[in-house]
């Protein structure tokens, strides 16, 4: 990257009114974080990113709509492969309230799961120190860039390249464990790994839950609202996915599943944090439409424009959304923020209100 002390001395103001407007929103209270904001060049973790059209915008291609975009409140993709986004860096107020919700205090060790392009580790730098942060990636072209980006803005925490599944045992115990990618169920080595006082701030399903421990391989916590990020890369294989079984139309049943619920993303949220790789298809030509469903082990569903479902594959999974949609409803809409989660061993569970209320297993390892 040919960087020049004009471009810095603009990336210097634009970084300045970005952090002043998330404070202003109330997103950095907290004046240890406004520091790291103000003083962290996003700018070097991010010398490209693709649009919602897939054009690559960069320093060294359009540098004007690179900088403004790199220092707008959004998420930015950073790598693609095959034409799919599969790392990014994340939206900048949401990283600022994921950090606000680890509670650091000076002293704090911290390891974070998903480098991605580095600048959140250099946050994480800044306010603790660099021997205090740990950050792993699973792929080596990541944690290899995000290394020297963060050399060049003057930070060496430790970014090793493994599986964040397994957390990294060599430095633990953690008093705080952070993820920046979606996770189906809180693996069990961060819980080994965490500090008895400690708190994991993560990305389960479309929500940021915070959970903290209360004993061995145990643990629960709340959802404190909504968040979209990318799933966590694992090393080896992708597990194979099942062929998708076709919907007999000759057992056509009535529906209770309101249409609307397709695009009502408080319900979305509860779907996807219990049916995590469920897979929604709506064709809009139809009116009402028409919406199928797949899940990983085969189980499918279409909804036809007459309000009749027909299932197949060994689970009833239009039935599931139907009950899940049911309590949903009677419970009045609830949003992320009235659900929790349970960890016992390998047995988890989201639950509504409080863990006596309505609950839903999560799929088990």
């Known amino acids: 990257m040919n960087r020049s002390e004009e471009t810095d001395r603009r ?12 404070a202003g929103a109330g997103a950095l209270d907290d004046p240890h974080w406004r520091a790291a904001f103000e003083e962290v060049p996003r700018h070097l973790f991010v010398p490209h990113y693709y649009d919602v059209s897939g054009l690559r915008i960069g320093c060294d291609n359009r540098e004007d709509a690179w900088l403004r975009g790199v220092h707008r409140d959004q998420a930015l993709v950073t790598r693609r492969h095959a034409g799919e986004p ?5 939206q900048p107020s949401l990283m600022a309230s994921m950090l606000d919700a680890l509670e650091v205090t000076d002293g704090c060790d911290v390891l974070e799961i998903g480098t991605g392009t580095g600048y959140n580790a250099a946050l ?3 306010r603790l120190g660099e021997s205090r942060v740990t950050s792993m990636d699973v792929t080596p072209e990541i944690t290899a860039a995000a290394r020297a980006r963060l050399a060049e803005a003057g930070y060496r925490p430790l970014v090793v390249t493994a599986d964040g599944a397994g957390g990294w045992p060599e430095r633990a115990p953690y008093d705080r464990i952070i ?4 996770v189906d169920r809180v693996p069990l080595p961060w819980l080994r790994q965490l500090d008895r006082s400690g708190t994991i701030v993560a990305p389960l399903g ?3 839950v915070r959970v903290v421990p209360e004993g061995p391989d145990r643990a629960s916590g709340r959802f404190l609202g909504a968040a979209y990020f990318m799933p966590l890369r694992h090393a080896g294989p992708r597990p194979e996915v099942a062929a998708p079984a076709e919907p007999d139309d000759a057992a056509r049943r009535e529906s209770r599943l309101p249409v609307e619920a397709v695009s009502d993303i408080d319900f979305r949220f509860l779907v996807s944090v219990v049916e995590p790789d469920l897979e929604w298809r709506v064709d809009a030509a139809f009116s009402p439409r028409s919406v199928s469903v797949r899940a990983a082990d085969g189980s499918t569903a279409r909804r036809h424009p007459d309000g009749t479902v027909a299932e197949a594959g060994p ?10 949609h ?3 409803a009677a419970a009045g809409r609830p949003g992320p923020e009235r659900f929790g989660v349970s960890v016992t061993g390998t047995r988890q569970r989201l639950w509504l209100d409080s863990p006596d ?5 999560l799929p088990g390892p």
């Not at 990336?11 to 998330?22: D, H």
């Not at 599969?86 to 994340?90: A, K, N, P, Q």
């Not at 993820?179 to 979606?182: H, M």
């Open 179 to 182: 993820a920046t990618c979606r």
């Open 124 to 126: 994480l730098a800044h």
């Open 206 to 208: 479309h929500g940021l």
């Open 11 to 22: 990336a210097a103001r634009l970084r300045a009114e970005l952090t002043a407007a998330l």
């Open 326 to 328: 049911r309590v949903f």
């Open 86 to 90: 599969v790392s990014s860096s994340s």
């Open 315 to 324: 689970r009833a999974v239009w039935g599931l959304l139907e009950e899940a």
């Open 357 to 361: 209320g309505p609950s839903w297993p």
